[in-house]
Nanobody, 124 residues
Framework: QVQLVESGGGLVQAGGSLRLSCAASGRTFSGYIMGWFRQAPGKEREFVAAIRWTTGTTYYADSLNGRFTISRDNAKKMVYLQMNSLKPEDTAVFYC?????????????????WGQGTQVTVSS
């Protein structure tokens, strides 16, 4: 059974950085797409970034303007989200997700497995 466990969230001042981690277990992830989503209070869960486990090809939400970087460590079965130049509007619960569908889904319905989320709060 696939398990995803996020860590690394916290409180940071605007302009600061955080690195989120997602520990994946339960199977091999060859062929999977690993994604990061976020959900702010009162808003829908939105796509942030995704990475192909096998090739490392990355995909990002257009709104990020290059501030976030997704990466993975195959040997450790870890997925990371490096977040720089954080803004108060980045405040949200960040979720790690996984799917094996063809293509790269940018909506939560496209993902089969989810972590419990980690809170990121950016103060102004």
């Amino acid at each position: 059974q696939v398990q995803l466990v996020e860590s690394g969230g916290g409180l940071v001042q605007a302009g600061g950085s955080l690195r989120l981690s997602c520990a994946a277990s339960g199977r091999t992830f060859s062929g999977y797409i690993m994604g990061w989503f976020r959900q702010a209070p009162g808003k829908e869960r939105e796509f942030v970034a995704a990475i192909r486990w096998t090739t490392g090809t990355t995909y990002y939400a257009d709104s990020l303007n290059g501030r976030f970087t997704i990466s993975r460590d195959n040997a450790k079965k870890m997925v990371y989200l490096q977040m720089n130049s954080l803004k108060p509007e980045d405040t949200a619960v960040f979720y790690c997700a996984a799917t094996r569908v063809v293509g790269v889904p940018r909506n939560q319905q496209g993902y089969d497995y989810w972590g419990q989320g980690t809170q990121v709060t950016v103060s102004s």
